[in-house]
């Protein structure tokens, strides 16, 4: 098991020949993560979640204190509110996963999004770190400029959106051009495009990170020119973040313990090889041949 300590020694992750491939962290809430480049995703739900009225901005201001105090100098990416059908919050005004969800919310409630962008802001001022900041479920770049701008009143210089949902994904230019970086979020982006609940386990097979179109959409934002994660469960399958760093995904975010096993994929390999595996496993047309072929070649290479 992946312990405290043996967390200390991940160290940056790099290919075999010493291409630079983010690894960072997915955390919910001010979890210990000695060791890590960084952390790629805070999920912000945890502050309001059960309970009746949102916390306010003090209360805020102290909980990002202390998710950012032991990342000073590293990079740490807090995402704002993402409450929607599977993390209800009534006074949020969520509904269907069709619905109000992610940064819609502040469609209706514009002070959540006012009060958490400021407190954020507080918490860095008062423990130097400088976090970048990004929106869950941006749709459009209306919606990214409207983020991205809102970000900057707080004085919160680095905004990103994440790419969870088909459009964004073909017009990932677009919202780039409005932002300073994208995030994929791979669990909602196959949800998404598969018109399948990421809650029905009847329906892993249409949910694989593996299926074609969704290699697809993830390859299509990867050439974007600004700096874009994966930060979906996808990120954590060692074969699938070679994939990704051939397709120029420059950052990979998972819960910790999946790191090492990802870190170790990657030194194992070089970016050329990387390339080819992706270039390979886009052109299989079932997620059982694209896994198989990406199998087959990495241990060719590796
Ligand atoms: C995702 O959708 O892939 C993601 C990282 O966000 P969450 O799982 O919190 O919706
Ligand atoms: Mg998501």
Request: net charge neutral; aromatic share 4%.
């Amino acid at each position: 098991p992946v312990t405290a300590r043996t967390l200390l020694d991940i160290g940056p992750g790099r290919t075999a020949d010493g291409h630079r491939v983010e690894l960072l962290a997915n955390i919910g809430g001010p979890d210990p993560v000695p060791g890590v480049e960084g952390v790629g995703l805070v999920r912000t739900e945890f502050l309001f979640l059960g309970r009746s009225r949102p916390p306010t901005v003090r209360e805020q201001q102290a909980a990002y204190r202390e998710v950012l105090a032991p990342l000073v100098g590293r990079k740490v990416v807090v995402r704002t509110l993402d409450a929607g059908s599977d993390k209800p919050i009534p006074y949020a005004a969520t509904g269907s996963a069709l619905g109000i969800r992610g940064f819609r919310i502040a469609r209706a409630r514009p002070d959540l999004l006012r009060d958490q962008l400021e407190a954020l802001a507080r918490a860095a001022a008062d423990t130097g770190a400088t976090p970048w900041v990004m929106a869950p479920m941006i749709t459009t770049a209306t919606e990214a400029a409207a983020f991205a701008t809102a970000a900057r009143e707080h004085g919160l210089s680095t905004a990103g959106a994440m790419i969870e949902v088909p459009a964004a994904a073909l017009r990932a230019g677009d919202i780039a051009a409005e932002v300073d970086f994208l995030s994929i979020g791979s669990n909602d982006l196959a949800q998404y495009t598969f018109a399948a609940d990421r809650q029905l386990t009847d329906l892993a097979d249409l949910l694989d990170p593996w299926q074609p179109a969704l290699l697809d959409l993830i390859a299509h934002v990867a050439t974007i020119p600004k700096p874009v994660s994966v930060c979906g469960e996808a990120a954590a399958d060692p074969l699938l973040a070679l994939v990704f760093a051939g397709m120029g995904i420059g950052a990979l975010s998972m819960a910790p313990v999946s790191l090492p096993a990802v870190r170790t994929a990657l030194a194992a390999h070089t970016l050329p090889q990387c390339r080819e595996l992706a270039a390979a496993v886009r052109r299989a047309t079932t997620p059982a041949e694209a896994r198989a072929t990406a199998r087959r070649l990495a241990e060719e290479a590796g």
